[in-house]
């Protein structure tokens, strides 16, 4: 790995970064965080001429594209600033007559003095070439130790196939409009690229009886060679089904978060509805979580954003499962990366999904195992005989359930 240095100057750098030479990575590292205090703290430091550390730029060598490995926030900052986004904050501590001179100054405002001062400050910047995948990552560890980063912001600093590919499919996500306005979490601190590594970890064990740790798809990332496509072609279309039954019965009131999210893509990973109505699974996933949300308030009142019943009447067929449904609330809450709580929760919604085609009459097809389906039909019988659901021991559950096919 080549480091080559140069210093050029802010006026340089703001027009590499507006005309989109330089990218900035909105969700890098741990995307655009700084507060506007600090991002006045650095305006300041830069007009009283004092240092300001080293950026560091990886030059992608198949496409020449340079993307800020080290620097963001200060390159955010700067950026902000120029574009009018906050003025000066002239009292910075330690005080300083000439700084409260400039007080509420925005940049265009600045005196010619200050703004050509300013325009032709010099920041140090390493461009960083010829490197092997776990290069850069390991110089983001090394500069960043005193940072606390998420395990998926981390990573992101190791270029290789799997980054490339879960970028993608990140993007593709968020273009089938999968974002914070229906998920209720964003992906600021990368928890996107995180849900989607991990269940694209379980697609290629095919598996989820396996724990998943950060040392696990750490090791993704760094591996010289990406998931296969048939790998990234069955996540696809797990997404596109999220996305399409969502949207359907798309409602302010239902949100997720990274585990229940993981959870649904598994389920459409491995669900196709043969007949009876393509509209199944959207009002089955909506009847799921408004009856979830019910359940977590302690409520049998339900609210729904659809005009009458439900298709089928799946809400009340869902509400005779109470006792499953808060054991997916629980694990959906606490110890939700256990073996166990993944476990427990794809059970869950694929006999919940099974119940429902029992009560009124559609049929479907999925990648189950024959164990996992005589689990459903063991467990359905018990329902038939009275005894409830939730008498279904989790480590039983655990020896039949969760092998893909």
Request: aromatic share 12%; proline share 4%; hydrophobic share 40%.
């Amino acid at each position: 790995m080549r480091l080559l240095p140069s210093d050029p100057d802010i006026q340089t750098l703001y027009g590499r970064i507006k005309n989109s030479k330089i990218d900035l990575q909105p969700d890098f590292q741990r995307g655009e965080v700084w507060t506007e205090d600090k991002k006045k703290a650095l305006i300041d430091t830069i007009l009283r001429g004092w240092h300001v550390p080293p950026i560091h730029i990886i030059v992608v060598e198949e496409t020449g594209e340079q993307e800020v490995l080290d620097g963001q926030q200060r390159l955010v900052a700067i950026r902000d600033f120029m574009s009018g986004a906050f003025p000066v904050d002239g009292y910075c501590e330690p005080f300083n007559k000439d700084m409260k001179a400039l007080d509420g100054l925005f940049y265009e405002e600045l005196p010619p003095k200050h703004k050509n001062l300013f325009d032709s400050y010099s920041i140090r910047q390493f461009l960083i070439t010829d490197f092997e995948p776990g290069e850069p990552g390991e110089l983001f560890h090394r500069l960043n130790q005193h940072v606390r980063l998420t395990p998926a912001e981390k990573r992101n600093a190791f270029y290789g196939p799997v980054r490339v590919q879960i970028k993608d499919l990140v993007k593709g996500m968020q273009e089938l409009g999968i974002d914070k306005s229906i998920l209720g979490f964003s992906n600021s601190r990368m928890a996107y690229d995180d849900v989607l590594s991990k269940f694209l970890l379980y697609v290629e064990r095919g598996s989820i009886r396996e724990k998943i740790t950060e040392g696990d798809v750490t090791n993704l990332f760094r591996r010289n060679f990406g998931f296969s496509d048939s790998t990234v072609n069955d996540a696809n279309a797990a997404l596109k089904g999220f996305a399409e039954a969502f949207h359907t019965v798309s409602t302010s009131k239902v949100k997720f978060n990274k585990a229940t999210l993981l959870s649904w893509l598994l389920f459409f990973l491995r669900i196709r509805v043969s007949s009876y109505s393509p509209e199944i699974t959207p009002y089955f996933l909506l009847s799921f979580e408004m009856t979830r949300l019910s359940a977590r308030r302690g409520s049998d009142e339900f609210s729904w954003d659809q005009n009458g019943t439900l298709e089928g009447g799946l809400e009340e067929i869902l509400h005779d499962q109470l006792a499953l449904i808060n054991l997916f609330n629980d694990r959906a809450s606490s110890r939700v990366a256990d073996v166990s709580s993944v476990i427990a929760r794809d059970f869950v919604l694929h006999y919940c999904f099974f119940w429902a085609s029992s009560n009124i009459s559609f049929s479907y097809d999925s990648r189950l195992s024959d164990r996992e389906r005589q689990l459903l039909r063991r467990v359905l019988e018990r329902e038939g005989m009275g005894q409830p659901s939730n008498i279904v021991e989790l480590e039983k559950i655990s020896e039949d359930w969760g092998m893909f096919v």
